[in-house]
C-alpha cells in the first residue's frame, strides 16, 4: 500500500467511526436484533482496526522505527477514544459517557498492539 493511500484509507476510517460514534441511533430496534454486549463488540473490533491502519500510516509516512510507532499510535488511539467518549457526552443527547466503551476500546487497542508486535519479532528474525 502507497503512504497516500494508507493515509487516505486511515482517515477515511477514522472519519466514519467518529460519525458512528456521535450519531444518533435507534438502539430499540438494535436492541430488538443484537445482544446486549454488541455496543462492546463493536468498540473492541473498531479500535483494533484503527490502531492497525494508523500503525501502518504512520510507520510509513514518517519512517518511524516500528516499535516507536506502535507507542505512539497506541496512545494516540487510547486518547482518541476517551476523546469521542468526552464528546458524546458533551454534544449529543442520545449518548452517554461510558468507562466501558473506554475499556473495549482500549481493549482493543492493546490486542492490536500484542498482534503487531508479534508480527514485529517475526520480521526482524527473517
Not at 66 to 94: C, H, N
Not at 102 to 120: E, F, P, R
Request: charged fraction near 15%.
Amino acid at each position: 500500500m502507497h503512504n497516500k493511500s494508507a493515509l487516505l484509507i486511515s482517515i477515511g476510517y477514522t472519519i466514519v467511526l467518529t460519525t458512528l460514534c456521535l450519531i444518533t441511533i435507534d438502539f430499540d430496534s438494535v436492541d430488538d436484533v443484537a445482544p446486549s454486549y454488541s455496543d462492546k463488540i463493536f468498540h473492541f473490533l473498531s479500535y483494533t482496526i484503527l490502531t492497525s491502519l494508523w500503525y501502518y500510516t504512520i510507520k510509513k509516512q514518517f519512517k518511524l522505527k516500528p516499535i516507536k510507532a506502535l507507542v505512539y499510535v497506541a496512545v494516540a488511539v487510547i486518547i482518541f477514544g476517551i476523546m469521542v467518549e468526552v464528546l458524546q457526552e458533551v454534544f449529543t443527547s442520545t449518548r452517554v459517557f461510558d468507562v466501558f466503551d473506554i475499556l473495549s476500546n482500549t481493549t482493543g487497542v492493546l490486542i492490536a498492539v500484542i498482534i503487531l508486535l508479534y508480527k514485529i519479532k517475526t520480521e526482524v528474525k527473517k
